[in-house]
């Protein structure tokens, strides 16, 4: 029997035929997935908890002179709740990148459920010298959850850190990204991907950016939403 | 840039990768962890798990030993002379030869029979042949109960006290109060170890612990065990000849200790969930209550805990203590300064903690939490005070479990084993 990744207590499903052919492996128990708050009935682009179809900032967005020729639709699984800041948490700054592996299982429902079609993947890169402190670059690690191909396209060039600013300061745009020379991406369906969406700005400098390479289509998918 | 991870030695100064690999297995030099399962390959290398919380150790991280050696004075002395009873003057003889002798050594002593004490002479002996001397106790309250004991006692020495968010972290000494889990930085260091209360959580069965201590010692160094209630392993060590050991049945102010009576209430739980509290044990709460007697209620969870409190509020002048509560160290505080006449608590309150004249009570004593070593410490808080040697514990419970059963025995032996010493008064 397998243990919850999370809290490390016995995952309370009983054995049946599934676990014979590899099927009803839980990797959450139960008493995580509840704590865990799933999106729903948000801001029909991005995901955040309001009563209006689309919330302020990603009218922002559309208004914004720099994004205001495409549109990105963001999905993300659960709400950046207390138990959600813990994982995250977790697996970014303690460095416990098995953590991630605990979102498999969602994410091939999502797959599933969305009926995804010759998408590539495009993580969200973290500076080199955050690799070397952290180890791994979270957003690959989700990415390769998907059994999509990935793109590494992406070169983070600055190294400040987002969360440590106010929110105008991160709605502007600096330059925090690089595409690598010599990628075609011309004509391809593209999908973000990263662990926390915020107000956005990550994901629509990298949009600017890919829209820039004439891309046909723009998603993103983040794990949290705050 | 990567941070080292920094142990403090006393050999030779030197800079190791923290996880390396041999015969083709992964093995973490920080923890001691050998389990493959809980190693995992991330994008620059392979990482461990088990010892994550103390940082992360892993492939292309370096183990920085450094050496550092601390002063000594000339001779050390106790601030004043510490009266020990006859038992607890062969005990410390005893730990003072096996420091000597540089063996390991069990001290099976019965709560409230003074085991700090016992310790002093050794302490006091090894700190005169200038080595250093590291107490280490699964819990931080006790550290932090011990600390301003120790500095009043041992004044001249340094004293460095270790645990989650201390201040003293990496800093000098020759006498180190500490938590387990804060050995970990260290590496061959330790000349004597002594380490309290074996068998509390979460020493107990945790191989990660137990690496420390043995990679915090130097080799051959000496490591003194305490405990009042020593676990199955530990009896088999103890019985098969692999650890030696010396037993301490009585109390330092000899007296026995006070048997616990049973008393069977009928669905304690069901009552309780309808706010309503078993006629027995109101009875005897409001006889302590007219004997104005403090009283520790054990409860087996916090649940229980804030259902009994709603209760008796009204009532009586209780308060509910569990371990994730912020407030805590002040409500036992209050308790102690006879504030509060009742204190409701799961069994954060089971060790380490002296209240003079207290009864005890447990109430749903059948639950499995309260397994035969949890009652025998929970006894043993009940007539610690030498003026106050008789007090009243009673376990309320549904039925007679092997639990009880087997903690009324081990006290009944100890008692006995005592009176055939001419221990007792």
Redesign the interface.
């Known amino acids: 029997m397998e243990k919850c990744l999370l809290c490390g207590q016995h995952t309370n499903n009983l054995f049946n035929y599934c676990h014979i052919f590899g099927l009803g492996n839980k990797l959450l128990c139960e008493k995580c997935l509840i704590l865990l708050e799933r999106v729903n009935n948000g801001c029909v682009k991005c995901g955040k908890k309001t009563k209006d179809i689309i919330c302020s900032d990603c009218l922002y967005w559309r208004n914004y002179n720099l994004t205001k020729l495409f549109e990105i639709v963001n999905y993300s699984l659960f709400y950046y709740n207390d138990f959600g800041k813990e994982i995250l948490r977790r697996i970014k700054f303690s460095g416990d990148l098995k953590l991630i592996y605990a979102f498999k299982n969602e994410i091939r429902l999502f797959i599933k459920k969305y009926r995804f079609k010759d998408i590539t993947l495009v993580p969200v890169p973290i500076h080199n010298e955050r690799l070397e402190e952290r180890g791994f670059n979270q957003s690959l690690y989700i990415a390769k959850l998907f059994n999509l191909p990935i793109l590494d396209v992406l070169v983070k060039v600055n190294n400040e850190k987002q969360s440590k600013k106010i929110k105008a300061m991160r709605m502007e745009f600096n330059n925090l990204f690089d595409i690598k020379p010599g990628v075609n991406i011309e004509n391809k369906r593209v999908m973000i991907v990263d662990d926390i969406y915020t107000t956005g700005s990550t994901v629509h400098q990298i949009g600017r950016l890919l829209y820039e390479k004439k891309v046909k289509e723009i998603l993103s998918f983040t794990l949290f939403r705050s | ?3 080292l991870l920094i142990e403090y030695t006393k050999d030779v100064e030197s800079k190791v990768i923290s996880v390396d690999k041999k015969n083709n297995r992964y093995y973490c030099r920080r923890c001691g962890n050998h389990n493959q399962k809980s190693f ?1 390959k ?4 392979t ?1 461990c ?1 088990n010892c ?2 103390f940082g ?1 150790s ?1 492939t ?1 991280q370096k183990i920085w030993r450094k050496k550092i050696s601390s002063e000594f004075i000339e001779e050390y002395c106790l601030k004043k002379v510490i009266f020990l009873s006859d038992i607890q003057k062969i005990a410390s003889k005893r730990c003072v030869e096996a420091y000597k002798l540089s063996e390991d050594l069990l001290i099976y002593a019965v709560c409230g029979a003074g085991k700090t004490e016992i310790v002093y002479e050794v302490i006091l002996k090894a700190l005169n042949d200038n080595k250093v001397i590291c107490f280490a106790t699964p819990r931080k309250d006790v550290v932090l109960e011990l600390t301003p004991r120790f500095k009043r006692d041992f004044y001249q020495v340094k004293i460095v006290s270790l645990y989650g968010d201390s201040p003293d972290k990496g800093k000098l000494g020759n006498l180190y109060i500490s938590t387990t889990h804060q050995l970990i930085n260290y590496y061959h260091y330790f000349d004597l170890i002594i380490i309290d209360e074996v068998d509390a959580f979460p020493y107990y069965n945790n191989k990660m612990l137990e690496g420390f201590v043995k990679k915090a010692k130097k080799d051959n160094a000496p490591v003194i065990l305490l405990t009042a209630t020593p676990t199955k392993k530990i009896k088999y060590l103890m019985s098969s000849g692999k650890l030696a050991y010396f037993i301490i049945p009585s109390r330092y102010h000899r007296y026995p200790i006070p048997l616990p009576t049973v008393k069977l209430t009928n669905n304690t739980l069901q009552k309780l969930n309808k706010n309503h509290c078993p006629r027995k044990i109101k009875r005897w709460l409001v006889l302590r209550k007219k004997n104005k007697k403090r009283v520790f209620i054990f409860v087996p969870s916090i649940n229980c805990g804030k259902l009994l409190e709603n209760i008796l509020k009204k009532e009586f002048n209780c308060r509910f203590v569990y371990a994730q509560m912020k407030g805590r160290k002040k409500i036992v505080k209050l308790f102690r300064e006879n504030k509060i006449q009742f204190i409701i608590t799961t069994t954060v309150l089971e060790r380490g903690v002296t209240v003079s004249n207290v009864d005890v009570c447990i109430i749903k004593c059948d639950d499995v939490i309260f397994d035969d070593r949890a009652i025998v410490q929970i006894v043993g808080r009940a007539g610690r005070d030498k003026y106050y040697p008789n007090s009243n514990v009673v376990l309320f419970s549904d039925y007679n479990t092997l639990a009880i059963k087997a903690a009324i025995k081990q006290i009944k032996r100890m008692n006995n084993i005592a009176k055939e010493k001419n221990l007792l008064r």
């Open positions: 840039m990567i941070k995992f991330d994008q620059l290398g990482y798990r994550l919380v992360k892993s292309y």
